[in-house]
């Protein structure tokens, strides 16, 4: 594989996603890159659509989903390296007006 080649981009070193760069089936090896330019295998567990989000570490039910070194929303089940993240499996806590900063007295 040519180094200059990858699937998947991982921007932060503590994201727990990466965003594909191609339309990618179930048990496809995919190539998944970080800023450094350091290119990891990972075996895909499902169909992921181009420009959607896969799963490069271990993110449990309730923890963060983090992208782009944000938090972009919160495990609703566990999910594992290599499985596609989107709506069916976590919740968006952007934009969420019932959602408040921890310790401003109007928590949920």
């Known amino acids: 594989m040519d ?22 089936v179930a048990l496809q090896v ?26 490069v570490a271990h993110i449990r039910k309730g923890k963060p989903v983090t992208k782009y070194g944000e938090q972009i929303g919160v495990a609703t089940c566990d999910i594992r390296p290599g499985e596609h993240v989107h709506v069916h499996n976590i919740e968006s806590t952007r934009g969420r007006g019932d959602w408040k900063e921890k310790g401003d007295g109007n928590e949920v």
């Open 30 to 55: 995919v190539q998944v890159r970080d800023r450094q330019g350091r290119v990891q295998p990972l075996t895909l567990l499902q169909d992921i659509p181009y420009g959607h989000k896969v799963a």
């Open 3 to 24: 180094d200059n080649q990858f699937t998947a981009l991982k921007i932060k070193d503590e994201d727990n996603v990466a965003t594909l760069f191609c339309e990618a």
